[in-house]
């Protein structure tokens, strides 16, 4: 195996900053300020964030999958209900989010509970993906073991003749799940390795605005 060493790399992290005014904001309302920096200043897969969740061993996977709503609800993604993180998500519903945009040397840490969405939801969603979108939630079995990519290709090829000119039921083993955020930690890179750090956490109290809007005790940590 060769033998690489990184120890010389650096990077100086000088494009923005968080004040201890930030730490006035609603959390939600901050985050999704800096999904709209993200998709105007065109970062490479904006939506993306790695889902960590953790098994019955407690050992923790996390893996990248895409962010499709976000709301006062929470974080909305898809995805197998019979796959390995939705297997680990039924045992454990607690989970975490990353969300790294490196052309603004930004972080978002998420974590909180996770639930699954309605059948409605779910069903409204799936009619709205392109049909061999459809077809690859149809047909595949996420997480299982195949014996070939061939014997992928061939079930997808089997449902376009299936589901020509037919609508795709959307398969019960698909849908949704929404993240209820307890816990949001914004990172901005700053020069000489002393990033901004600013968490928020739910009232433990559970108190609410006038507004009806859950209150946050925030907090600046050090990088």
């Known amino acids: 195996m060769p033998n690489r060493d990184y120890h010389a790399h650096r990077q100086s992290y000088e494009m923005g900053a968080l004040?201890?005014?930030f730490l006035k904001h609603n959390p939600l309302i901050l985050f999704q300020s800096w999904m709209d920096d993200a998709f105007e200043k065109q970062v490479d897969e904006p939506t993306a964030m790695?889902?960590?969740t953790v098994?019955?061993?407690l050992q923790p996977h996390s893996r990248i999958v895409l962010l499709k709503a976000f709301n006062e609800q929470g974080f909305i993604f898809y995805t197998h209900y019979a796959s390995d993180k939705?297997?680990?998500i039924e045992s454990s519903p607690r989970a975490a989010l990353n969300f790294f945009w490196p052309q603004l040397e930004r972080q978002v840490r998420v974590e909180g509970m996770i639930e699954k969405m309605s059948a409605q939801a779910s069903d409204t969603y799936?009619?709205?993906r392109p049909l061999d979108s459809q077809l690859s939630a149809y047909i595949s079995q996420q997480s299982q073991e195949i014996t070939s990519r061939s014997e992928l290709e061939q079930r997808m090829a089997q449902a376009k003749i299936d589901y020509q000119n037919k609508p795709v039921p959307r398969p019960e083993h698909w849908g949704g799940y929404c993240l209820t955020a307890n816990y949001i930690e914004f990172w901005q890179?700053?020069?000489n390795r002393l990033h901004d750090r600013l968490s928020f956490k739910k009232d433990p109290a559970n108190t609410q605005t006038l507004a009806?809007?859950?209150t946050w005790l925030s907090a600046r940590l050090c990088p």
Do not use: C, V
Request: charge should be negative; proline fraction near 5%; charged fraction near 25%.
């Open 212 to 214: 009806g809007m859950q």
């Open 126 to 128: 799936f009619q709205s």
């Open 55 to 57: 098994d019955n061993n």
């Open 189 to 191: 890179g700053r020069p």
């Open 50 to 52: 790695t889902l960590s």
């Open 86 to 88: 939705g297997k680990q």
């Open 19 to 21: 004040t201890d005014e």
